[in-house]
């Protein structure tokens, strides 16, 4: 489990996301009461990417930057591991096209 704080425009959120990694594909998700309630999900394209190609947000916390700090998160990890990332998911992609700062992962 990874322990993120992450500011969002004017919303502060303190969360716990937790990073589930199978052989071929991953995620990454938010567990509220032993049940998931936002998750990001990617499968792996080699050893050199990684394809976003879900996220998904409970109503109960939509409106509150959770899917963004998902996004933000799947960008961090592919850094740190070298990857690069294809956003299949339209969520993620626009997250990713409109700030410039998560960019340099893309092919």
Known sequence: MVQISTMLSTLYINM???HKD???KGSFFV???GKVKAEITYSKAGNTKIIIDHTEVSDSLRGEGVGK???EHA???ARKNEL???PLCPFAKS???RNESL???LN
């Open 22 to 24: 199978e052989d071929n």
């Open 69 to 71: 700090a998902l996004v």
């Open 84 to 86: 690069t990332v294809i």
């Open 16 to 18: 716990d996301i937790q």
């Open 75 to 77: 960008v961090n990890y």
């Open 31 to 33: 567990e509220k009461n």
């Open 103 to 105: 960019q340099d992962v």
């Open 95 to 97: 997250v990713i096209e």
